[in-house]
């Protein structure tokens, strides 16, 4: 097995084991309630396994240099190329390990919690697209394809946390979470469409070269990456976007640790990590950056402080935890800020 097949089959391994439960066992039992939990459950384990193996071994197999594969072209419209490019690094791969090592832990824990629900096949079939999307999002080296990894795991969000969607409450959770990313997404493709015209390309790599070489405008740099930034408040839960993720806890247990444990709220902190060199150079932003990190980190881990519900608790001190992260990031300290 070569190093450029690892990133490939990091991302196929979730795929092929949600489209087990999501489409071929239930074809074959005619429904997601008569999958038994124990085998939805062990696709969907072994599965995420295949996928942290895979990233382990990439993981070892890594140099000093990033590898970067080009699996296809999927836009080429006049100057607008967008191709399916996928890049591994010491960043990415800290995160893919932790997604997968982490997402494992909880799809073996699921089975048995979820053991007697009757959708046991679909909540796993969720899970593993989940796994997919945020995988996608943390090895693309462009940013339309990291920003289709980031709706995917908005979509997975609102499915698994909406879950038991015949309780009203619940039901009403997932919609504001969806709800409330999709302000911060807008924000993430003005950002983005800022980007192209400035450097007439969406790809991180690209992009960075010509930074190297000088070409960019300082004022709609630093506007494209305030933008970016709203993106990164919604999915990363900061002020005043942080709304939807104490909510979140209504869910299935395992969704809530899946979601706050190291996988989606961190997607935010990612991608501006991600961007650092774009951030360096607009120093103003990376100090609105520092300060809505600051606040939230403040304000949120007051509110948990009143808390009498553990879910709640937990909820408040990850937005925390989160807020610190964003201050990481603000001061320049990307290394702690996903290391916190």
Known sequence: MTNSNLPLLILLFPLVGFLLNGVLVPLILKGFDKTPAILAGGIGSLAILGSFICSVMAFFNLGESALTISVFEWLNVDTLKIGMNLKIDHLSMIMALVVSGVGFLIHVYSIGYMSHDHGVGRFFAYLNLFCFAMM???LADDLPILFFGWEGVGLCSYLLIGFWYTDPIKATHGKKAFL?????????????????????????????????????????????????????????????????????????????????????????????????????????????????????????????????????????????????????????????????
Do not use: C
């Open 180 to 340: 409330v990313n999709r302000v911060g997404d807008l924000g993430f493709l003005l950002g983005m469409f800022l980007l192209f015209g400035m450097f007439e390309t969406l790809n991180i790599s690209q992009i960075k070269e010509s930074v190297l070489a000088g070409n960019f405008n300082t004022e709609f740099l630093a506007l494209a990456l305030l933008l970016l930034f709203v993106g990164a408040t919604g999915k990363s839960a900061q002020i005043p976007l942080y709304v939807w993720l104490p909510d979140a806890m209504s869910g299935p247990t395992p969704v809530s640790a899946l979601i706050h444990a190291a996988t989606m709220v961190t997607a935010g902190v990612y991608m501006m990590v991600r961007l650092n060199f774009l951030y360096e150079l607009t120093p103003d932003i990376l100090q609105i950056v520092a300060i809505v990190g600051a606040a939230t980190a403040l304000f949120a881990g007051t509110i948990g402080i009143a808390q009498k519900d553990i879910k709640k608790v937990l909820a408040y001190s990850t937005v925390s935890q989160l807020g610190y992260m964003f201050l990481a990031v603000g001061v320049g300290a990307y290394g702690a800020a996903i290391n916190i």
């Open 136 to 138: 996608l999002l943390i």
